[in-house]
Structures are given as structure tokens and as C-alpha cells.
């Protein structure tokens, strides 16, 4: 069990790119999360899969962003023509479980800087 | 829905000194309760949680704390703090039903002063 993993760290792009961001979360859990943070403020919630079906979206996630999970393991977060305001740190967690409590286990983050 | 309001956006403290992190929520249904931390440039771990039972809950690195249904508060607490406490500590919600996602606080920042 190597936890959750986020790929890369770090991203610096500029304004109008897309990017895309990876998420492995520990093997076998069947939920995962996506959340972004901005500084100063606590993790925010953006969407969520079970398996592969992506079950919620926030109103965070704009037609900007998209989200996939294909295979129910790892899950891609991309975030087309990036704006500034879009500079955040973007956190995985992964959970297993279908029912009930189950801990959310946390990736170390992709921060991502839009100049 | 459901919010958290974290009282104070910072708070420092001298090491050895106990510390208590301030934490309210709002919810029409019942939730279940958790206190993260977060290091610098680091993911959140999880320090407690409070689902059912007893509203006194110990957690890891000797932390503590109550859920207090009437006051809808779940304040964190420490006896004694050490530098590495120094930290980001977030409190969060999550309904009891269906697969909801963590609602977070905005945070605390906990630094510990030698």
C-alpha cells in the first residue's frame, strides 16, 4: 500500500493552456475524490466517482474542467484554457467502501500556478 | 447543506502550552466529524473522528476532541503542544447518508512558538 499518489507536484503553466493532472488512489478502493484548495481556505469539493462512474459534480467544476476515471483505478482531472484563477492546489482522495463510513485517504496534491 | 465554521484563522501558542481549536457546523441532518491536519506542501491526514457513541474522541499525536450536539461544535484540543504541531488543522463534515463528499473549514493555523 503506497497511499495515494498525485502526478505531478508541481505545475506552472500559462494562461489559456490546458493541463492535466493525475491521480492514483490506493489499489482496490473503489471511491475516489477530487477537491481544490486555494490559499487560505480549506479543501473544496469538485467531484466524485465510484468505480468509474462519476456520481457528483460541484458547481466549482466548470465545462472548463472534465474528470475520468475509465477503468475505476486511476483518474485524470484536465482543466482546459486554464485562467488565473484557476491557481490552486488540487487534492485525490481515494475511500473504499459502498455504504456507510469508510476514511478518505489523501494524495499529497498537484499545485498548479497559472501565470 | 452543510458548513463549518473554524472560529480562528490563527493561533499561536508556546510549546508545552495546551492549545484549542475552535470548530462549529451547521447541518438540518446528522454528520459524522473529523479533524485533519496539514503540513506544509502536504496532503491532509486525518487526526480523529467522531461517528456515534462517546463525545469525548482521541486521535493520533495526543490530540482530543468533543462533539457537543446542542452547541453543534467540535472543538480540538491538546494538553501540551510541540513544535511539530505547527501546522494547518481543518475541520469537516460529512452526512451520515448516501456518499457525500467532506465539507471542510477554512482553517486553522496552529504555530507553535519556542
Known amino acids: 500500500d503506497t497511499g495515494v499518489s498525485q502526478d505531478p507536484r508541481h505545475k506552472i503553466t500559462k494562461r489559456g493552456q490546458n493541463v492535466t493532472f493525475r491521480c492514483d488512489p490506493i489499489s482496490e478502493h473503489n471511491r475516489l475524490y477530487w477537491y481544490r484548495q486555494t490559499l487560505g481556505q480549506g479543501p473544496e469539493f469538485l467531484t466524485y466517482f465510484q468505480n468509474e462512474a462519476q456520481l457528483e459534480k460541484s458547481r466549482l467544476l466548470s465545462d472548463r474542467f472534465s474528470a475520468e476515471r475509465p477503468k475505476g483505478s486511476f483518474s485524470t482531472l484536465e482543466i482546459q484554457r486554464t485562467e488565473q484563477g484557476d491557481s490552486a492546489m488540487y487534492l485525490c482522495a481515494s475511500s473504499l467502501g459502498t455504504t456507510g463510513y469508510t476514511e478518505a485517504f489523501f494524495g499529497q496534491g498537484t499545485r498548479l500556478t497559472v501565470v | 447543506a452543510q458548513s463549518v465554521t473554524q472560529l480562528d484563522s490563527q493561533v499561536p501558542v508556546f510549546e508545552e502550552a495546551p492549545v484549542e481549536l475552535r470548530c462549529n457546523y451547521s447541518s438540518s441532518v446528522s454528520v459524522y466529524l473529523f479533524w485533519y491536519v496539514q503540513y506544509p506542501n502536504q496532503g491532509l491526514q486525518l487526526l480523529l473522528k467522531?461517528?456515534?457513541?462517546?463525545?469525548l474522541v482521541k486521535g493520533i499525536n495526543g490530540f482530543e476532541a468533543e462533539f457537543n450536539k446542542s452547541q453543534t461544535s467540535f472543538h480540538l484540543r491538546k494538553p501540551s503542544v510541540h513544535i511539530s504541531d505547527t501546522a494547518e488543522y481543518f475541520c469537516?463534515?460529512?452526512?451520515?447518508?448516501?456518499?457525500?463528499?467532506?465539507?471542510f473549514g477554512k482553517g486553522t493555523r496552529l504555530s507553535v512558538i519556542a
Open positions: 467522531y461517528l456515534s457513541g462517546s463525545t
Open positions: 469537516a463534515v460529512r452526512r451520515l447518508s448516501g456518499n457525500t463528499p467532506l465539507v
